[in-house]
């Protein structure tokens, strides 16, 4: 079983930057972020391996940045140059014994 703890969301201007973290309660093998727009599907923002690998979502290369502390179970996603359209609930998941886990979900607001 592991367990996911958000942080760093909240309502930010138009060009502005958030990190968000989320700490995992053991050593996982994939962590990432997906979010969910109001009113549509949850998709992926990036994902990074244990071993510093990432993917990123293409649109969004460039001004998000995905980063992980391995001793301390943490990923953190660096998001610069926000836009409205970022509006969204961020949620954290891990990869554990192939079983995918999931945070809780923080909110990010992006207002224009």
């Known amino acids: 079983q592991v367990q996911l703890v958000e942080s760093g969301g909240g309502l930010v201007q138009a060009g502005g930057s958030l990190r968000l973290s989320c700490a995992a309660s053991?050593?996982?093998?994939?962590l990432g972020w997906y979010r969910q727009p109001p009113g549509k599907q949850r998709e992926l923002v990036a994902t990074?391996?244990?071993?510093?690998?990432?993917n990123y979502a293409g649109s969004l290369e460039g001004r998000f940045t995905i980063s992980r502390d391995n001793a301390k179970n943490t990923v953190y996603l660096q998001m610069n140059s926000l836009k409205p359209e970022d509006t969204a609930v961020y949620y954290c998941?891990?990869?554990?014994?192939?079983?995918?886990?999931w945070g809780q979900g923080t909110q990010v607001t992006v207002s224009s």
């Open positions: 998941f891990a990869v554990f014994d192939l079983r995918v886990y």
């Open positions: 990074i391996t244990s071993g510093g690998s990432t």
């Open positions: 053991g050593n996982v093998f994939s």
